[in-house]
Protein backbone atom coordinates (compact mmCIF):
# COMPACT_ATOMS: atom_id res chain seq x y z
CA UNK A 1 0.00 0.00 0.00
CA UNK A 2 1.37 3.27 -0.75
CA UNK A 3 2.25 5.30 1.94
CA UNK A 4 3.11 8.74 1.71
CA UNK A 5 6.59 9.79 2.75
CA UNK A 6 6.68 11.31 5.95
CA UNK A 7 8.79 14.39 4.84
CA UNK A 8 5.52 15.95 2.17
CA UNK A 9 6.89 19.20 0.85
CA UNK A 10 4.07 21.27 2.24
CA UNK A 11 3.60 25.35 1.35
CA UNK A 12 2.85 27.36 4.38
CA UNK A 13 -0.60 28.84 3.21
CA UNK A 14 -0.61 32.41 3.01
CA UNK A 15 -3.86 32.58 5.38
CA UNK A 16 -4.28 31.77 8.50
CA UNK A 17 -6.98 33.84 9.66
CA UNK A 18 -9.64 31.71 8.96
CA UNK A 19 -9.04 29.04 11.31
CA UNK A 20 -9.90 29.53 14.83
CA UNK A 21 -7.84 27.59 16.53
CA UNK A 22 -8.47 25.35 20.20
CA UNK A 23 -6.84 26.17 23.42
CA UNK A 24 -4.29 28.29 21.38
CA UNK A 25 -2.59 31.92 21.84
CA UNK A 26 -4.58 32.82 18.06
CA UNK A 27 -2.49 36.22 17.35
CA UNK A 28 0.80 35.10 18.87
CA UNK A 29 0.46 31.86 16.30
CA UNK A 30 -0.42 33.49 13.70
CA UNK A 31 2.49 35.89 14.17
CA UNK A 32 4.49 32.82 14.18
CA UNK A 33 3.34 29.66 13.43
CA UNK A 34 4.42 26.39 14.84
CA UNK A 35 3.31 24.31 10.98
CA UNK A 36 3.52 20.59 11.12
CA UNK A 37 3.70 18.83 7.71
CA UNK A 38 4.46 15.48 8.53
CA UNK A 39 5.41 12.82 10.85
CA UNK A 40 7.33 9.41 11.78
CA UNK A 41 8.12 7.58 14.80
CA UNK A 42 9.57 9.81 17.19
CA UNK A 43 9.61 12.99 15.38
CA UNK A 44 7.34 15.69 13.28
CA UNK A 45 8.68 17.17 10.34
CA UNK A 46 7.68 21.41 10.12
CA UNK A 47 6.71 22.68 6.47
CA UNK A 48 10.68 24.09 5.85
CA UNK A 49 11.85 20.23 6.30
CA UNK A 50 13.15 20.14 10.09
CA UNK A 51 12.41 17.37 12.08
CA UNK A 52 11.34 17.94 15.54
CA UNK A 53 11.86 15.25 18.43
CA UNK A 54 8.32 14.54 19.88
CA UNK A 55 8.90 14.94 23.67
CA UNK A 56 4.84 15.25 24.08
CA UNK A 57 3.40 11.99 22.11
CA UNK A 58 1.40 14.99 19.94
CA UNK A 59 -0.98 15.47 22.72
CA UNK A 60 -0.17 12.45 24.94
CA UNK A 61 -1.87 10.69 21.92
CA UNK A 62 0.72 8.57 19.81
CA UNK A 63 2.29 6.17 22.50
CA UNK A 64 3.35 4.05 19.60
CA UNK A 65 5.27 6.71 17.65
CA UNK A 66 3.91 8.41 14.67
CA UNK A 67 2.31 7.11 11.36
CA UNK A 68 3.35 3.27 11.92
CA UNK A 69 2.66 1.40 9.29
CA UNK A 70 -0.16 -1.32 10.47
CA UNK A 71 -2.32 1.30 11.68
CA UNK A 72 -1.78 3.29 8.32
CA UNK A 73 -2.78 0.33 6.43
CA UNK A 74 -5.68 -0.95 8.38
CA UNK A 75 -7.08 2.91 8.07
CA UNK A 76 -6.69 2.68 4.51
CA UNK A 77 -7.84 -1.12 4.19
CA UNK A 78 -10.95 -0.11 6.50
CA UNK A 79 -11.83 3.25 4.48
CA UNK A 80 -11.76 1.65 1.21
CA UNK A 81 -13.92 -1.67 2.77
CA UNK A 82 -16.93 0.44 5.03
CA UNK A 83 -16.62 3.96 5.39
CA UNK A 84 -19.02 4.40 7.50
CA UNK A 85 -21.59 2.38 9.26
CA UNK A 86 -24.42 3.71 11.60
CA UNK A 87 -23.70 2.78 15.40
CA UNK A 88 -27.63 2.84 16.04
CA UNK A 89 -29.43 -0.45 15.72
CA UNK A 90 -27.13 -1.77 13.15
CA UNK A 91 -23.47 -2.63 13.95
CA UNK A 92 -19.75 -3.49 12.10
CA UNK A 93 -18.13 -6.37 13.15
CA UNK A 94 -14.89 -4.44 14.46
CA UNK A 95 -16.71 -2.76 16.75
CA UNK A 96 -17.30 -5.42 18.33
CA UNK A 97 -13.61 -6.95 18.32
CA UNK A 98 -12.49 -4.08 19.78
CA UNK A 99 -14.84 -3.75 22.45
CA UNK A 100 -13.99 -7.18 23.48
CA UNK A 101 -10.14 -6.16 23.34
CA UNK A 102 -10.54 -2.62 25.60
CA UNK A 103 -12.70 -5.00 27.53
CA UNK A 104 -10.25 -7.68 28.11
CA UNK A 105 -6.97 -5.29 28.84
CA UNK A 106 -9.37 -3.35 31.60
CA UNK A 107 -9.61 -4.73 35.31
CA UNK A 108 -12.00 -7.90 36.02
CA UNK A 109 -15.21 -6.93 36.28
CA UNK A 110 -15.74 -3.71 33.68
CA UNK A 111 -16.10 -5.86 30.82
CA UNK A 112 -18.67 -3.25 29.08
CA UNK A 113 -17.31 -0.80 26.32
CA UNK A 114 -19.36 2.10 24.88
CA UNK A 115 -17.83 4.23 22.66
CA UNK A 116 -17.66 7.47 21.40
CA UNK A 117 -15.47 10.09 19.80
CA UNK A 118 -13.19 11.99 22.21
CA UNK A 119 -12.19 12.26 26.26
CA UNK A 120 -14.54 14.83 26.59
CA UNK A 121 -17.36 12.80 25.31
CA UNK A 122 -16.14 9.91 27.34
CA UNK A 123 -16.57 11.97 30.57
CA UNK A 124 -19.91 13.23 29.50
CA UNK A 125 -21.07 9.36 28.80
CA UNK A 126 -19.65 8.67 31.81
CA UNK A 127 -21.84 11.20 34.00
CA UNK A 128 -24.80 10.27 32.29
CA UNK A 129 -24.47 6.76 32.81
CA UNK A 130 -24.05 7.28 36.62
CA UNK A 131 -27.30 9.51 36.98
CA UNK A 132 -28.95 6.99 34.96
CA UNK A 133 -28.14 4.21 36.67
CA UNK A 134 -29.17 5.47 39.94
CA UNK A 135 -32.16 6.74 38.69
CA UNK A 136 -32.85 2.90 37.07
CA UNK A 137 -32.58 1.51 40.44
CA UNK A 138 -34.74 3.75 42.16
CA UNK A 139 -32.37 6.44 43.50
CA UNK A 140 -33.30 9.17 41.48
CA UNK A 141 -32.04 12.06 44.29
CA UNK A 142 -28.56 10.73 43.51
CA UNK A 143 -27.67 13.78 41.11
CA UNK A 144 -24.61 15.05 42.71
CA UNK A 145 -20.84 14.88 40.90
CA UNK A 146 -17.74 15.01 42.48
CA UNK A 147 -14.93 15.97 40.87
CA UNK A 148 -11.61 17.32 41.80
CA UNK A 149 -9.81 20.99 42.26
CA UNK A 150 -7.03 21.06 39.29
CA UNK A 151 -8.61 18.16 37.62
CA UNK A 152 -9.48 18.20 33.75
CA UNK A 153 -12.23 16.14 31.93
CA UNK A 154 -12.32 17.82 28.59
CA UNK A 155 -14.54 20.63 27.47
CA UNK A 156 -18.10 19.63 27.80
CA UNK A 157 -20.79 20.91 30.27
CA UNK A 158 -20.09 18.08 32.15
CA UNK A 159 -16.93 18.26 32.34
CA UNK A 160 -16.24 21.67 32.90
CA UNK A 161 -18.84 21.32 35.53
CA UNK A 162 -16.87 18.29 37.22
CA UNK A 163 -13.10 19.62 36.72
CA UNK A 164 -11.24 21.97 38.31
CA UNK A 165 -9.05 24.24 36.03
CA UNK A 166 -10.37 28.03 36.62
CA UNK A 167 -10.07 29.38 32.92
CA UNK A 168 -12.03 26.30 31.41
CA UNK A 169 -15.00 27.15 33.89
CA UNK A 170 -14.81 31.02 34.68
CA UNK A 171 -16.50 32.24 32.11
CA UNK A 172 -19.19 29.46 31.15
CA UNK A 173 -21.79 30.55 33.48
CA UNK A 174 -23.90 28.64 36.10
CA UNK A 175 -22.18 24.93 34.38
CA UNK A 176 -24.37 22.37 35.73
CA UNK A 177 -25.58 22.30 39.54
CA UNK A 178 -24.98 20.18 42.07
CA UNK A 179 -21.17 19.96 41.39
CA UNK A 180 -18.68 19.80 44.61
CA UNK A 181 -14.72 19.10 44.60
CA UNK A 182 -12.65 17.41 46.14
CA UNK A 183 -9.12 19.44 47.16
CA UNK A 184 -6.46 18.70 44.81
CA UNK A 185 -3.62 16.36 46.13
CA UNK A 186 -0.51 18.66 45.36
CA UNK A 187 1.36 20.38 47.75
CA UNK A 188 4.90 21.68 47.08
CA UNK A 189 6.00 22.15 50.33
CA UNK A 190 5.21 18.06 51.00
CA UNK A 191 5.98 16.51 47.66
CA UNK A 192 8.86 18.85 45.56
CA UNK A 193 11.19 16.97 43.08
CA UNK A 194 8.83 13.76 44.32
CA UNK A 195 10.02 10.53 41.80
CA UNK A 196 6.60 8.52 41.13
CA UNK A 197 3.60 8.59 43.70
CA UNK A 198 4.44 11.16 46.56
CA UNK A 199 4.11 9.58 50.26
CA UNK A 200 2.06 13.09 51.36
CA UNK A 201 -1.67 13.23 50.85
CA UNK A 202 -3.41 10.00 50.96
CA UNK A 203 -5.72 11.81 53.64
CA UNK A 204 -6.75 14.25 51.09
CA UNK A 205 -9.37 11.35 50.35
CA UNK A 206 -10.95 11.44 53.34
CA UNK A 207 -12.23 15.11 52.23
CA UNK A 208 -14.74 13.04 50.44
CA UNK A 209 -16.41 12.34 54.27
CA UNK A 210 -16.53 15.70 54.77
CA UNK A 211 -18.54 16.00 51.53
CA UNK A 212 -20.93 13.10 52.15
CA UNK A 213 -21.32 14.64 55.64
CA UNK A 214 -22.52 17.94 53.72
CA UNK A 215 -24.81 17.09 51.28
CA UNK A 216 -25.77 13.41 52.17
CA UNK A 217 -24.91 10.27 50.46
CA UNK A 218 -27.94 9.52 49.04
CA UNK A 219 -27.52 12.83 46.88
CA UNK A 220 -24.54 11.47 45.27
CA UNK A 221 -23.61 10.16 41.85
CA UNK A 222 -20.08 9.90 41.48
CA UNK A 223 -16.63 10.56 42.06
CA UNK A 224 -14.68 11.18 38.74
CA UNK A 225 -10.93 11.45 39.49
CA UNK A 226 -7.59 11.10 36.99
CA UNK A 227 -5.63 9.06 38.60
CA UNK A 228 -2.73 11.48 37.44
CA UNK A 229 -3.83 14.89 36.94
CA UNK A 230 -2.39 15.44 33.14
CA UNK A 231 -3.26 18.68 31.87
CA UNK A 232 -2.72 20.70 34.77
CA UNK A 233 1.13 20.18 35.07
CA UNK A 234 1.53 16.54 35.71
CA UNK A 235 0.00 15.48 39.32
CA UNK A 236 0.27 11.72 40.53
CA UNK A 237 -2.39 10.57 43.00
CA UNK A 238 -0.28 10.30 46.52
CA UNK A 239 0.15 6.67 47.94
CA UNK A 240 -3.05 4.67 49.07
CA UNK A 241 -5.04 7.79 47.90
CA UNK A 242 -6.77 5.98 45.00
CA UNK A 243 -7.51 2.96 47.27
CA UNK A 244 -8.57 5.49 50.11
CA UNK A 245 -11.38 6.72 47.85
CA UNK A 246 -12.72 3.22 46.47
CA UNK A 247 -12.99 2.27 49.88
CA UNK A 248 -15.50 5.26 51.05
CA UNK A 249 -16.98 5.44 47.47
CA UNK A 250 -17.93 1.84 48.30
CA UNK A 251 -18.79 2.43 51.44
CA UNK A 252 -21.70 5.21 50.51
CA UNK A 253 -22.83 3.06 47.05
CA UNK A 254 -21.29 6.38 45.37
CA UNK A 255 -19.93 5.15 41.68
CA UNK A 256 -15.92 5.90 41.08
CA UNK A 257 -14.93 6.74 37.59
CA UNK A 258 -11.53 7.18 37.11
CA UNK A 259 -10.98 9.24 33.73
CA UNK A 260 -7.68 7.54 31.92
CA UNK A 261 -7.84 9.56 28.97
CA UNK A 262 -4.12 9.96 29.22
CA UNK A 263 -3.30 7.21 31.73
CA UNK A 264 -4.69 4.76 29.15
CA UNK A 265 -3.21 2.64 26.87
CA UNK A 266 0.45 2.43 28.62
CA UNK A 267 1.00 5.94 29.40
CA UNK A 268 1.85 4.90 33.57
CA UNK A 269 3.48 1.21 32.56
CA UNK A 270 -0.12 -0.68 32.46
CA UNK A 271 -3.29 -0.45 29.75
CA UNK A 272 -5.10 1.53 32.60
CA UNK A 273 -3.50 2.62 35.75
CA UNK A 274 -6.27 0.97 37.77
CA UNK A 275 -3.71 -1.68 37.55
CA UNK A 276 -1.08 -0.32 38.15
CA UNK A 277 -2.99 0.89 41.48
CA UNK A 278 -5.18 -2.14 41.96
CA UNK A 279 -7.99 -0.60 42.41
CA UNK A 280 -10.93 -1.15 40.59
CA UNK A 281 -12.94 1.49 39.80
CA UNK A 282 -16.47 1.52 38.48
CA UNK A 283 -15.91 3.41 35.14
CA UNK A 284 -12.79 4.11 33.35
CA UNK A 285 -13.08 7.12 30.51
CA UNK A 286 -10.18 6.48 27.68
CA UNK A 287 -9.21 7.97 24.40
CA UNK A 288 -6.20 9.42 22.75
CA UNK A 289 -3.71 6.47 22.68
CA UNK A 290 -6.75 3.84 22.02
CA UNK A 291 -6.00 5.00 18.25
CA UNK A 292 -2.78 6.05 18.96
CA UNK A 293 -4.27 9.45 18.22
CA UNK A 294 -4.79 8.23 14.40
CA UNK A 295 -8.12 8.51 14.37
CA UNK A 296 -10.85 10.11 17.18
CA UNK A 297 -12.26 8.19 19.44
CA UNK A 298 -13.28 7.61 23.38
CA UNK A 299 -15.05 5.72 25.19
CA UNK A 300 -16.14 4.36 28.28
CA UNK A 301 -15.36 0.89 30.28
CA UNK A 302 -18.53 0.07 32.59
CA UNK A 303 -18.83 -2.67 35.41
CA UNK A 304 -21.05 -4.97 34.76
CA UNK A 305 -23.76 -4.44 37.50
CA UNK A 306 -23.73 -1.34 36.49
CA UNK A 307 -24.12 -2.26 32.73
CA UNK A 308 -26.68 -5.10 33.67
CA UNK A 309 -29.16 -2.61 35.75
CA UNK A 310 -29.83 -1.02 32.17
CA UNK A 311 -30.55 -4.58 30.36
CA UNK A 312 -34.15 -4.85 31.56
CA UNK A 313 -37.84 -3.67 30.35
CA UNK A 314 -39.17 -4.68 27.37
CA UNK A 315 -35.85 -6.29 25.30
CA UNK A 316 -36.98 -3.91 21.69
CA UNK A 317 -36.88 -0.46 23.73
CA UNK A 318 -33.46 1.06 23.74
CA UNK A 319 -31.93 0.84 27.02
CA UNK A 320 -29.45 4.22 27.24
CA UNK A 321 -30.39 7.51 24.95
CA UNK A 322 -27.47 8.65 24.44
CA UNK A 323 -25.06 7.88 21.43
CA UNK A 324 -23.24 9.93 18.91
CA UNK A 325 -23.11 9.80 15.21
CA UNK A 326 -19.41 8.02 15.03
CA UNK A 327 -19.38 6.02 17.91
CA UNK A 328 -17.22 3.28 17.51
CA UNK A 329 -16.70 4.39 13.87
CA UNK A 330 -15.38 1.74 11.85
CA UNK A 331 -11.98 3.79 10.84
CA UNK A 332 -11.68 4.13 14.57
CA UNK A 333 -12.34 0.93 15.42
CA UNK A 334 -9.95 -0.49 12.66
CA UNK A 335 -6.90 2.14 13.80
CA UNK A 336 -8.42 1.03 17.89
CA UNK A 337 -7.45 -2.49 16.56
CA UNK A 338 -3.81 -1.99 14.63
CA UNK A 339 -3.13 -0.16 17.72
CA UNK A 340 -3.53 -2.88 20.28
CA UNK A 341 -1.64 -4.95 18.44
CA UNK A 342 1.43 -2.74 17.80
CA UNK A 343 1.30 -2.40 21.85
CA UNK A 344 1.22 -5.67 22.67
CA UNK A 345 3.45 -6.86 20.05
CA UNK A 346 5.98 -4.51 20.73
CA UNK A 347 5.17 -5.14 24.77
CA UNK A 348 4.98 -0.98 25.16
CA UNK A 349 3.09 -1.28 28.50
CA UNK A 350 5.93 -3.28 29.95
CA UNK A 351 8.55 -1.14 27.97
CA UNK A 352 7.35 1.90 29.64
CA UNK A 353 7.44 0.26 33.05
CA UNK A 354 11.25 -0.73 32.44
CA UNK A 355 12.32 2.73 31.23
CA UNK A 356 10.67 4.82 34.04
CA UNK A 357 13.21 4.86 36.59
CA UNK A 358 15.83 5.81 34.01
CA UNK A 359 13.54 8.51 32.50
CA UNK A 360 12.78 9.58 36.38
CA UNK A 361 16.67 9.68 36.99
CA UNK A 362 17.25 11.67 34.00
CA UNK A 363 14.58 14.23 34.45
CA UNK A 364 15.64 15.28 38.32
CA UNK A 365 19.51 16.11 36.79
CA UNK A 366 17.15 19.17 35.46
CA UNK A 367 16.41 20.32 39.00
CA UNK A 368 19.95 22.73 38.68
CA UNK A 369 18.56 24.46 35.78
CA UNK A 370 17.51 28.58 36.53
CA UNK A 371 13.84 29.16 37.83
CA UNK A 372 12.93 25.30 38.47
CA UNK A 373 10.94 24.85 41.65
CA UNK A 374 9.18 21.23 41.67
CA UNK A 375 10.03 18.56 39.49
CA UNK A 376 7.32 15.29 39.33
CA UNK A 377 7.71 12.30 37.11
CA UNK A 378 4.91 9.32 36.59
CA UNK A 379 5.57 6.67 34.54
CA UNK A 380 6.74 7.83 31.20
CA UNK A 381 5.39 11.51 31.96
CA UNK A 382 7.03 14.63 33.68
CA UNK A 383 5.80 17.97 35.30
CA UNK A 384 8.84 20.40 35.62
CA UNK A 385 7.38 23.84 37.25
CA UNK A 386 9.38 27.26 36.19
CA UNK A 387 8.71 30.16 38.65
CA UNK A 388 6.62 32.44 36.74
CA UNK A 389 8.75 35.74 35.03
CA UNK A 390 8.44 39.43 35.75
CA UNK A 391 5.32 39.07 32.43
CA UNK A 392 3.05 37.41 34.62
CA UNK A 393 1.48 33.60 34.66
CA UNK A 394 2.11 31.37 31.79
CA UNK A 395 4.23 33.66 30.20
CA UNK A 396 7.90 31.98 31.08
CA UNK A 397 5.82 28.44 29.81
CA UNK A 398 4.54 29.79 26.16
CA UNK A 399 8.26 31.59 25.64
CA UNK A 400 9.46 27.76 26.97
CA UNK A 401 6.95 26.05 24.05
CA UNK A 402 8.17 28.71 21.71
CA UNK A 403 12.02 28.18 22.41
CA UNK A 404 11.80 24.52 22.41
CA UNK A 405 9.92 24.59 19.04
CA UNK A 406 12.04 27.17 16.79
CA UNK A 407 14.91 26.88 18.33
CA UNK A 408 15.83 23.63 19.23
CA UNK A 409 13.92 21.25 17.43
CA UNK A 410 11.23 19.66 20.23
CA UNK A 411 8.09 19.47 21.05
CA UNK A 412 6.96 20.31 24.59
CA UNK A 413 3.53 20.78 26.12
CA UNK A 414 2.94 23.32 28.69
CA UNK A 415 0.32 23.96 31.78
CA UNK A 416 1.22 27.68 32.51
CA UNK A 417 5.04 27.69 33.60
CA UNK A 418 4.80 24.27 34.13
CA UNK A 419 6.70 22.14 31.02
CA UNK A 420 4.81 19.13 30.42
CA UNK A 421 6.93 16.00 28.48
CA UNK A 422 4.81 12.93 27.59
CA UNK A 423 7.07 11.44 24.57
CA UNK A 424 6.03 8.01 22.51
CA UNK A 425 6.90 4.54 24.95
CA UNK A 426 8.71 3.91 21.80
CA UNK A 427 11.69 6.39 22.97
CA UNK A 428 15.25 4.71 23.28
CA UNK A 429 17.10 5.47 26.04
CA UNK A 430 19.35 7.84 24.02
CA UNK A 431 16.32 9.81 22.58
CA UNK A 432 15.53 10.78 26.75
CA UNK A 433 18.90 11.96 26.68
CA UNK A 434 18.47 14.15 23.74
CA UNK A 435 15.01 15.35 25.51
CA UNK A 436 16.81 16.51 28.73
CA UNK A 437 19.51 17.95 26.73
CA UNK A 438 17.14 19.86 24.85
CA UNK A 439 15.19 20.66 27.37
CA UNK A 440 17.64 22.36 29.41
CA UNK A 441 18.95 24.05 26.62
CA UNK A 442 15.33 25.90 26.47
CA UNK A 443 14.81 26.30 30.16
CA UNK A 444 18.13 28.49 30.16
CA UNK A 445 17.07 29.87 26.98
CA UNK A 446 13.97 31.15 28.99
CA UNK A 447 15.68 32.17 32.46
C1 LIG B 1 -8.10 13.34 31.69
C2 LIG B 1 -8.72 13.92 30.48
N1 LIG B 1 -10.04 13.81 30.27
C3 LIG B 1 -10.63 14.29 29.18
C4 LIG B 1 -9.91 14.93 28.21
C5 LIG B 1 -10.60 15.50 27.00
O1 LIG B 1 -10.27 14.80 25.88
P1 LIG B 1 -10.63 15.39 24.41
O2 LIG B 1 -9.73 16.57 24.21
O3 LIG B 1 -10.36 14.24 23.51
O4 LIG B 1 -12.08 15.78 24.44
C6 LIG B 1 -8.52 15.06 28.35
C7 LIG B 1 -7.72 15.72 27.32
O5 LIG B 1 -6.56 16.00 27.49
C8 LIG B 1 -7.92 14.56 29.53
O6 LIG B 1 -6.60 14.68 29.73
Redesign the pocket.
Known amino acids: MNIQHPRPTVATPNDLDAYWMPFTANRAFKRKPRMLAGAKDMHYFTTDGRAILDGAAG??CSNAGHNRVPIVEAIQTQAATIDYAPPFQFGHPKAFELASRVAALAPKGLEHVFFCN??????DTALKVALAYHNGRGEAGRTRLIGRERG????GFG?ISVGGMVNNRKMFGTLLTGVDHLPTTYDREKQAFTKGEPEYGAHLADELERIVGLHGANTIAAVIV?PMA??TGVLPAPKGYLKRLREITEKHGILLIF?E??TGYGRLGYAFAAERYGVTPDMI?F??GITNGAVPM?GVVVRDSVFDSFMKGPDYMVEFFHGYTYSAHPLACAAGLATLDIYREEGLFERARALEPKWADALMDLRKEPNVVDIRTVGITAGIDLTPNKDGVGKRGMDALDSAFHDHDLMIRVAGDTICLTPPLIISESQIGEIMDKVAKVIRAVA
Open positions: MWSGSEAVYHGVGEGSDVITAKG
